[in-house]
T-cell receptor, first 116, second 116 residues
């Protein structure tokens, strides 16, 4: 079955540490890829997305992600995390049927806790 | 724009009761999505609409769940009868619904449903 996998359930870092959250999708073909963030008590909001062009995508709040087609991966990175980055992060990909209406398959999420 | 609006924000009900969740998408958006978020299963797509028409309801767990979109500015998700295992946060999201599948989904604040 088509799926999006996030390798880490919970990541704990100290402020200023570097962050990399893994994401893999299980199917080939053209996919559009997204990272969403859910801050405590808030709704999901878009961090960044990739659908073509430069595979290194820059998003809000200093986040970036790199699409590596050969590895079916779209890992999220940030060179130096802050306490305010504490949140849950979701990777998502358009469904393999092309997702013409934009329906997404979400990973299970990675909780990031940043210690001050 | 006020963003995606959901009501109620919290709902507590007893097993066997009917529950209706409501969503108002962002004006001008053509696609609407209903998701369920639980600790065990993460974020699951239940159903999505494009131009008020249900496109894929394969994520709806069983016949107790139904969703409607009578017009472009309103959708409901109904559970009848409700069961304790339906307890979750239900999110509504909307997007422009363009054919490329690159559109950002904008999420509402969610409805936290507790079935006793």
């Amino acid at each position: 079955a088509q799926s999006v996998s996030q390798h880490n359930h919970h990541v704990i870092l100290s402020e200023a540490a570097s962050l990399e959250l893994g994401c893999n999708y299980s199917y080939g073909g053209t996919v559009n890829l997204f990272w969403y963030v859910q801050y405590p008590g808030q709704h999901l909001q878009l961090l960044l997305k990739y659908f073509s062009g430069d595979p290194l995508v820059k998003g809000i709040k200093g986040f970036e992600a790199e699409f590596i087609k050969s590895k079916f991966s779209f890992n999220l990175r940030k060179p130096s995390v802050q306490w305010s980055d504490t949140a849950e992060y979701f990777c998502a990909a358009t469904a393999p049927n092309g997702g013409s209406q934009g329906n997404l398959i979400f990973g299970k999420g990675t909780k990031l806790s940043v210690k001050p | 724009d006020a963003g995606v609006i959901q009501s109620p924000r919290h709902e507590v009900t007893e097993m066997g009761q009917e529950v209706t969740l409501r969503c108002k998408p962002i004006s001008g958006h053509n696609s609407l999505f209903w998701y369920r978020q639980t600790m065990m299963r993460g974020l699951e797509l239940l159903i999505y609409f494009n131009n008020n028409v249900p496109i894929d309801d394969s994520g709806m767990p069983e016949d107790r769940f139904s969703a409607k979109m009578p017009n472009a500015s309103f959708s409901t998700l109904k559970i009848q009868p409700s069961e304790p295992r339906d307890s979750a946060v239900y999110f509504c999201a909307s997007s422009l619904g363009g054919l490329a599948g690159t559109d950002t989904q904008y999420f509402g604040p969610g409805t936290r449903l507790t079935v006793l």
